[in-house]
Structures are given as structure tokens and as C-alpha cells.
């Protein structure tokens, strides 16, 4: 049987290969909602159809940006339902697979190594970081040489970037997709889509910091190549469960004060942003470890900081990341790379990061 994995890299980072449609829509299957955007091509360019959110938290006899754990079935109808309220009518669809339903690390292997050898050969390594029988997951890799000194002269040193997804976990979504009547043309790990969303063709070392509800991906790009991945296990719904607690309030309240609040100092109750920050402070100070110790190892200075995912879009969190981060700090804006209609430009700028895995999802399968 094929390696559903093998065109991950080759072909844009995608699981599957397929072929190109002229509509499309890209599925966000969060923990605390289902992201939705369908792009068309015209005249060579992606052009915005429709986009839309849906929260999970009711599904689960929860509130609203709670995180939930659905039943196949449950979930299968949130996203008829989203695809439904979010006027979508394309049935090709490009679906994101969770990062924590997904193993991606690096490994090396000394000399030159030839490819038909890496085939037999990187199997074998990866048990070393697999917790499961290797024939049980899909692999995937991309090889990322450097060269390295020693006494001697120059030896060629292959860092290897390795992408895993256990079998049952592919099973699963193609079952999901069918539930909703959609083709299914291709699957891809999460931060893939959000890396090709929110990048431009700069070819600087950045990192990209995704907050989403329950974890916070941090991936450190290099060349457009992926050199370091790394998972915080915080995201927003731990500023939620804060202020619940700490105001003893209900968590719906909870949720609505950070949003119209966020990191601003411009309330009464300082004990609004002083416990917000205190998660932000945690993942950011994790997150610039992270990136202190990629610069140290690599000799590299990391020349931006992109803030994307749903947890990004706190008020005043760009100015408080750049009191731990010494480098540039932006949001990610991934609806700059589609059309839209003028009028929608302010919303889909402070919209942007929250979609940016379905943006990066439909942008991959118009490309081709």
C-alpha cells in the first residue's frame, strides 16, 4: 500500500496528492471550534467565497470556548452545521489534522546518504521517537542538510525533519468528511497550513507562535524550511478558566471579559489583565526559551515573531509579547493573500489569525 504521507513536503506540506478544483473549502477542526473558508480561483488568484466559525462548547452541554472532546458523531454534525451557517457549497474539501494527533520532530544521520537508502533507513531511526508499532503510522520526511567542521575539514551532516500520523487517526477524518458529504481531497498537520498562510516569500529565520485554545504550537522556520516544532500545553481557554476562578464568575462571563478586555490596561479592575497575563507570560516566556535556544544552537537571530491562531486576538497582546521577545513581533494576516471585497478588509484583518489553518489548507489545494 502507497505511504499516504509521501507528498507532505514534495508537494506543499500536503498528506495526499490530488487534483486541482476551482472551489474549495478548508477545515479548522479545533478543540473549541470548527474554522471554515472557501476560496475559488479566478484569473490565476485565490478569491474569497465564504468564511465562517462555530463554537464546540455546546455540543458538549458546554459554553462557548470550552474545550471539548466530541463523540465522531457529535463532531460530524457541528460541521454540517458549520458548513451549513457559513453558506459554503463546495463538497471539495481540504481538512487539518490536530498537531497533538501528530508526531513531528528532526533527527540526524551522519555522511551522504542516498535516497533510495534513506527510505530503509529513516523507518528504522524513527522507532527511536515513535511510541507506537512503525506500522501502525504514515511517515513522511524532508531531508535539511548543513555542513558541519571538525578537525579534519567539512563533513556533510543530514538533519532529517520527520512527520507521523498514526493510520487510525487518517481513518477517522476521511470517516468524518464522508459523514458530511465532502470529498476529501487532502489531509495536512495543522501547522503546515498556518505556516503557508502567514508567510511571505521571506526567507529569513521566523517563528510562528499558534495559540489555540488548549496548546500553543511554536514552529522556528528557516529558508521556508521547518527546523524546529515544539508543543506548550497552554492556550486561551486556560485565561478563561483563570478568570472564572479568580472573579468567581461563571465561565461564559469569563469568556466575554477576555475578549472585550484582553491585556488592557484601560479598566478599572486590574486584576482582569494582571491574570491574563500571567498565562501569556507562560507561554511567551516557553516560547522565547525555545527560540534563545534555537538562536544559541544554530548561531541564527530569529528575525520575527508571528502571533496567529484564535488566542492571538487578545487586545494589546502585540505590545505585551515584545516585553519578552527582543525581536519583531506581528500578527499574522492570512487573508492578505486572498481577494475580498474592500469592504470586508478591517474585519478580516482582526478575523485573520483565527482562520489562518483553513486559509493555508484552501490556498494549498488551489495552488495544484
Known sequence: MANPLKSIFANGMSLFKRDTVESVVGIDIG???IKVVQLRRKGGKAVLETYGTLALGPYAKGDVGQVTNLSAEDLAKAMTDTLRESNVTSSNCAIAIPASS??????????????????????????????VPISEVSLDWSVIPKATSDEEGTVEKNEILVAAIHNDTVARYRSLASSAKLNAAFFEIEVFSSIRSVLTHDL?????????????????????????????????????????????????RAEEIKRETGLSRNVQDQAIPDTIKLVMDYIFGEANSVLLDYERKYNKIVSKVILTGGGSLLKEIIADAKTTFRNDVVLGTPFDKVEAPAFLGDVLKDAGPEFSVAVGLALRELEG
Open 31 to 33: 478543540t473549541s471550534a
Open 204 to 252: 529569513s529565520t521566523v517563528m510562528i507562535v499558534d495559540i489555540g485554545a488548549s496548546k500553543t504550537k511554536i514552529t522556528i522556520m528557516e529558508y521556508g524550511t521547518v527546523k524546529r516544532f515544539h508543543i506548550i500545553n497552554r492556550g486561551s481557554q486556560d485565561i478563561t478558566n483563570n478568570l472564572s476562578k479568580s472573579l468567581a464568575i461563571p465561565f461564559t
Open 102 to 131: 501528530s508526531l513531528i520532530f528532526t533527527m540526524g544521520l551522519p555522511g551522504i546518504i542516498e535516497e533510495k537508502t534513506l527510505e530503509q533507513v529513516i523507518p528504522t531511526e524513527a522507532r527511536k521517537y515513535i511510541p
